[in-house]
């Protein structure tokens, strides 16, 4: 990732990929606790849900908002806000007293990370060489996951030893570390946009709604994976140790990014989709035959080359589908499709469970690989 860039421009792109580690392990810090919390403060099991669900839901809604903001101002500016946001809403949780008071607080987190989550990836894209972009894109996937595996670990175990307030002020303290990081940052992230090059409030960049969908496809079984992974688990292989999913699959999810980042530049969007839709397809199989510990590390395993890979090949698909002017639209819209998927997942797997018992979530799971293959050969292999 070096070709091209100076030293100013390398220590900018650190400073990035380093606070979006923080502005990615605050909100995942606070999920797996968030809805514990609202139980103890009252609420019933409807709204528990809600309380869960609707900070991705304000996040969903305002992206094309953020799409079109961060193409026409500073992207620090929007970094700054976005954080400055979260870091609020998470001390807000920490004093909440009701839960109508933590749905107000969850909505405005949705905010903050929205643009907070727009604004970092198109200020990263705009630093990069565009025969780099891939690179740069796959470590800031890498960052993300590293956020992804350490916030819930993290909240876990604050939560555990000084409860949910201590664990909240955490996450708060996290987003506060990224506001400090973007405000070091020297580039000011000019608009992507030109005053010729704008073109009025548009909802998404048309080009990479195709990508949208696939990303949100490989995201819908990844998010049921881990709504009902223990309930699944404990129903169909008891002796097995969930717990050795997630690590397992971040451990995994790293190594390939990292190893791969240079491929993203190199190899198609077509050879990585098949690559990945295999690895689903294992993933989904171990998962729905699994007895042991071996099975289950060897689905993670699976699990981080399908959906975990295909984030960052999306991405990099958006960024580099985007028009002049258009690369904060581009991201926002990828967004969506992986807010979609991050909602519908536990809806979707829920639904089947429901229906059609533990064993049946896996094999309904196994739908979304040739939905996406369809996606990609009917919208993103014509000239």
């Not at 606070?19 to 709204?47: C, D, I, K, Q, R």
């Not at 007293?97 to 990263?124: E, H, I, K, Q, T």
């Not at 470590?139 to 604050?158: D, I, Q, R």
């Not at 390939?256 to 990945?276: E, K, N, P, Q």
Request: hydrophobic letters at 55%; charged letters at 10%; a positive charge.
């Amino acid at each position: 990732m070096d070709a091209g860039m100076g030293s100013a421009g390398k220590h900018d792109v650190a400073i990035i990929l380093a606070a979006s580690f923080f502005y990615l392990a605050s909100p995942m810090l606070v999920n797996p606790l968030v809805t514990g919390f609202a139980g103890e403060l009252g609420a019933s099991a409807v709204l528990m849900g809600l309380i869960g669900g609707v900070t991705n839901l304000a996040s969903l809604f305002v992206r094309p908002v953020a799409g079109n903001l961060v193409d026409r101002l500073p992207k620090r500016r929007m970094a700054l806000g976005g954080s400055l946001l979260m870091a609020a809403s998470c001390l807000g949780y920490a004093a909440a007293w009701a839960p109508a008071v933590l749905v107000a607080f969850r909505v405005a987190n949705g905010v903050g990370y929205s643009l907070c989550s727009v604004a970092m990836s198109s200020w990263l894209a705009s630093l990069l060489p565009r025969d780099r972009v891939g690179a740069g894109m796959g470590l800031f996937g890498m960052m993300n996951a590293l956020g992804m595996a350490v916030g819930p670990s993290l909240g876990l175990a604050v939560q555990g030893t000084l409860g949910y307030r201590a664990a909240f002020v955490c996450a708060g303290f996290l987003a506060a570390v990224c506001f400090v990081l973007a405000a070091l940052v020297p580039d000011l992230g000019a608009p992507s946009a030109t005053p010729s090059e704008r073109r009025g409030y548009r909802l998404v960049a048309p080009s990479v709604v195709p990508v949208a969908l696939i990303v949100m496809l490989f995201t819908l079984p990844y998010t049921a994976t881990q709504s009902f992974i223990v309930s699944y688990v404990a129903g169909r292989a008891p002796a097995t140790t969930v717990g050795l999913f997630f690590p397992v699959y971040a451990a995994a999810l790293l190594a390939l990014r990292f190893g791969l980042r240079r491929a993203l530049d190199t190899v198609s969007m077509g050879r990585f989709l098949a690559a990945g839709s295999a690895c689903a397809l294992a993933s989904f199989a171990l998962l729905w035959r699994v007895q042991d510990n071996a099975a289950l590390v060897a689905a993670a395993v699976c699990t981080a080359g399908g959906y975990g890979l295909m984030c960052s090949v999306c991405q990099t698909a958006a960024v580099k589908l985007a028009a002049p002017g258009d690369v904060g639209l581009a991201n926002s819209t990828y967004y969506m499709g992986f807010d979609l998927g991050m909602s519908l997942g536990p809806i979707v797997g829920g639904a089947v469970i429901a229906t059609g018992g533990l064993g049946s979530l896996y094999p309904c799971m196994m739908v979304t690989v040739p939905l996406a293959a369809a996606v990609y050969l009917h919208f993103c292999t014509k000239k």
